[in-house]
């Protein structure tokens, strides 16, 4: 079935810094990806939706010069974490779509646990 | 807008116990319902699907029906094992066409916990 790789899966990083998170279709084109945050005990958070070669679509109260997205090719998204900070500290989940509509199959990352110092 | 309320959890349950867990969902459109499991320190993975009212989704033993009548999808099944404890998560997609980008809009999860 189709794969999406995310990586780093755990990442441990000091308050200022910065961290790339990469979500790659490996078997399909994905034309949308989708980045979730999840917090201890708590549903999936849509954070912000991207298109391949345009802007990302952020939800509200995401702050998007925090978290920087980036779906330069249709196998790739990246999600930036700028400055970071301790309550920045969550488990970040990507999907893949290989189409727009609401009928296309979605596949999830395994996701990245990031910890701010 | 969509949203999808779950029971709270945890649910403790003993092998080999039946399991239900309830899942009511508010939406504008028609939309494609579905049933994740996050095992622990891991990613989502589907567990099932129902696309339309009436249908009825399995796998694993699991298996859930699209009521549209109750707009519930509740889980069930009838035998529980240890393996099965994870945190499971109701979700709907709207079927907008290409107009939609298909986001999921996910429950708060349920945490189950199956003891031997």
């Known amino acids: 079935g189709a794969v999406v790789s995310q990586h780093p899966s755990r990442v441990i990083c000091k308050s200022g810094t910065s961290v790339k998170i990469e979500c790659r279709s490996l078997?399909?084109?994905?034309?949308?990806m989708f980045w979730y945050r999840q917090f201890p005990k708590q549903s999936l958070m849509l954070m912000a939706t991207?298109?391949?070669?345009?802007?990302?679509?952020?939800e509200q109260g995401v702050e998007k010069d925090k978290f920087l997205i980036n779906h330069a090719s249709l196998t790739l998204s990246t999600l930036t974490v700028t400055s970071a900070h301790p309550e920045d500290s969550s488990f970040y989940i990507c999907?893949?779509?290989?189409?727009?509509?609401?009928?296309?199959?979605?596949?999830f990352g395994n996701g990245t646990r990031l910890t701010v110092t | 807008g969509d949203s999808v309320t779950q029971m709270e959890g945890p649910v403790t349950l003993s092998e080999e116990a039946f399991l239900t867990i309830n899942c009511t969902y508010t939406?504008?459109?028609?939309?494609?319902l579905f049933w994740y499991v996050q095992y622990p320190g891991e990613g989502l993975q589907l567990l099932l699907k129902?696309?339309?009212?009436?249908d009825k989704g399995s796998n694993k033993g699991f298996e859930a029906t699209y009521r549209k009548e109750t707009t519930s999808f509740h889980l069930e099944k009838g035998s529980v094992q240890v393996s099965d404890s994870a945190v499971y998560f109701c979700?709907?997609?709207?079927?907008?066409?290409?107009?939609?980008?298909?986001?999921?809009?996910f429950g708060q999860g349920t945490i189950l916990t199956v003891h031997p």
């Open positions: 999907s893949a779509t290989p189409g727009a509509g609401g009928w296309s199959p979605l596949h």
């Open positions: 078997d399909f084109q994905a034309t949308t």
């Open positions: 991207s298109n391949e070669g345009s802007k990302a679509t952020y």
């Open positions: 939406a504008t459109g028609y939309p494609s």
């Open positions: 129902a696309t339309k009212a009436d």
């Open positions: 979700a709907l997609r709207e079927n907008a066409g290409g107009t939609s980008y298909g986001k999921l809009t």
